[in-house]
């Protein structure tokens, strides 16, 4: 009997993808019985030694990510590859689904954000047959957890609120150019909002005329990634935001940046402004998102869509005080720690998966 992450996407700036790898890991090390079947593997050297990956369509780089076509190919490769009485772990929509067509295996959902970014692009009949099918919800977030269960009809006693825990390197600075250097993680993607973050470098650079922007993290759309350097060119902010593309050295710029932001519509717990906030780095974020991932008044949250709002939270932030953001990053590391999360997974398996 094994615990089987299934996972269809390895890349690096795909935050779902590391925080699969990273829990799998953990469990290992706790001594679970793990097994990975991956594909859509971009970054083999994200790949971890042990457990050992297995590819789940007989090539690492088969890519099915977001590919409804592909529901039954995955379906017919889980069978092969699972054992009645696996606990299948799904971490994208496509293994979810395909995953939810097994008979005899125990299917448990890890979902990494809330239901309309996760499951958005899924018919909606599959939809139904995986919110009846699956056995165990384990949601980055209370947030993702209360959307699951307005959006699903998902009941309490099937939904595990949980995360990652992020265990950033600290040994390395690199010191982003700006005074002061803004950073935001994040893929280029309509729901990330980059472009409330240009409109409001354009209010912070009429007080600040040294600040200068950096967005890490991959384009997923070359016409929305034109479309927000047009707007950047638009506001006369162009020649103040650097678009690095993925790094593989994200801790260590965020060591060098002032503060990190991040302005999107949805999540589910934030991969980058927890580890931001882990690193003692301030951090902005909206409002409506932060319910997990607050003390010591961080992040400084804002409300609403309004530019003059995020620049005055940058502003705020960057005059938290040293100990309120050790404060933090003690208290991220504490809450966020692989005991509880391994706890927390203990609990929504519950099936003897666990060696003795």
Not at 52 to 68: C, I, Q, R, S
Request: aromatic share 4%; hydrophobic share 45%; net charge neutral.
């Amino acid at each position: 009997m094994s615990v089987v992450h299934v996972l269809n996407r390895v890349k690096i700036g795909h935050g779902r993808g590391l925080s699969a790898i990273a829990l799998a890991q953990a469990q290992h090390r706790a001594g679970w019985n793990v097994r990975l079947l991956v594909s859509g593997v971009h970054s083999p050297r994200l790949l971890p030694r042990s457990p050992e990956p297995e590819a789940l369509l007989g090539d690492f780089g088969a890519d099915v990510y977001h590919k409804v076509d592909a529901i039954d190919r995955v379906a017919e490769a889980l069978d092969r590859g699972t054992r009645p009485g696996d606990a299948v772990v799904s971490h994208e929509s496509i293994d979810l689904a395909a995953a939810c067509r097994l008979r005899g295996r125990r299917v448990v959902a890890a979902l990494h954000s809330v239901p309309e970014v996760s499951l958005n692009y899924l018919p909606a009949a599959h939809l139904r047959t995986i919110a009846d099918r699956v056995d165990h919800w384990v949601t980055w977030g209370s947030l993702a957890a209360g959307r699951l269960a307005d959006q699903l009809k998902v009941g309490p006693e099937r939904i595990t609120v949980s995360g990652q825990c992020v265990e950033p390197d600290d040994r390395v600075v690199r010191r982003l150019p700006g005074s002061p250097a803004c950073l935001t993680v994040a893929r280029v993607d309509p729901v990330k909002n980059h472009g409330l973050i240009l409109d409001a470098l354009a209010v912070l650079a009429r007080r600040m005329p040294g600040i200068r922007w950096h967005m890490v993290g991959p384009s997923v759309d070359d016409a929305h990634l034109h479309g927000l350097l047009g707007r950047a060119a638009r506001l006369g902010v162009d020649g103040m935001v650097t678009w690095h593309g993925s790094r593989d050295d994200v801790a260590a710029v965020m060591l060098g940046s002032d503060v990190s932001v991040l302005t999107s519509h949805a999540e589910g717990l934030p991969r980058a402004t927890q580890e931001a906030m882990a690193l003692g780095v301030p951090t902005v974020m909206p409002a409506a998102l932060v319910r997990d991932l607050t003390h010591a008044g961080l992040p400084v949250t804002y409300e609403g869509t309004a530019p003059e709002a995020v620049a005055a939270a940058v502003e705020t932030a960057l005059r938290v005080a040293p100990e309120r953001r050790a404060a933090a990053a003690s208290w991220v590391r504490r809450t966020w720690s692989w005991e509880r999360v391994l706890a927390d997974w203990a609990g929504a398996l519950a099936d003897g998966t666990r060696d003795a």
